[in-house]
């Protein structure tokens, strides 16, 4: 389904580019994938519907056609990543306010360790 499959009739199949490839969608095309997916986003809030994935019925019989209007303008690899990633931002709010509702403290100028800009640690203790 989408710009990149050819499953779905309504959508001419995308150009494919010299190299083989398929030729990635123009500003239209990223709008209307945009607006397709914030729709269903904004039903599945309305109906308190986090993981479309582990909720597929009730996703599908409360938002079955914005469902559909997602996966037909958007390529299935932006479905399936904007689904994730919405799960994926609704853990770390949830992981913020635990942690603020435990009063932890941000620490400024830590990261993640392997994070970019990190500097490794050089102070390894080794019992030889």
Known sequence: MGLFSSSQASLPPPKIGADGAPIAPDRSQR????EARDAYFKCLDKNKIIDNLTENT???KSCGSEARVFEQNCATSWVQYFKKRRVMEYQREQTLQKLKAEEAQEMPGVIGVGAPGQKPCLSVERNV
């Open 31 to 34: 709008s209307q994938c945009w």
């Open 58 to 60: 009730k996703a599908e």
